[in-house]
């Protein structure tokens, strides 16, 4: 999982810094492709969910709601682009077959 921490930077302003890791890592997956063995878009909106699901927007979101205190900017940015990766990924014909890898989506 990607772990962040708060860094204080010149200024006075706070911005995260990656500790550990990134998406790189190998990570078990059930791979369910078409008939035709290629991936679907099914499979690029599981995998964008995954990373979403690992960078912490999803508690971030949920925090969100539950406290009203506003998503953190970095996270919400993130959180568009993987978004859009994953429609664009979804959008490709056909999609290729290393569409999980980290090339394809925004790095944390």
């Not at 791979?31 to 508690?59: F, I, N, T």
Request: charge should be neutral; glycine fraction near 10%.
């Amino acid at each position: 999982m990607l772990q962040l921490n708060w860094v204080d930077v010149q200024g006075g302003k706070r911005m995260f810094k990656v500790i550990e890791g990134g998406f790189g890592r190998a990570v078990p997956m059930n791979v369910q492709a078409e008939e035709s063995g290629r991936p679907s878009p099914d499979d690029v909106r599981q995998e964008a969910a995954r990373r979403l699901s690992e960078s912490g927007c999803h508690r971030s979101r949920i925090r969100e709601f539950a406290t009203g205190m506003p998503m953190l900017a970095a996270l919400k940015h993130l959180s568009l682009q993987i978004d859009f990766a994953a429609e664009a990924l979804s959008r490709l014909d056909p999609i290729p077959e290393d569409f999980r890898s980290d090339g394809y989506w925004p790095a944390g």
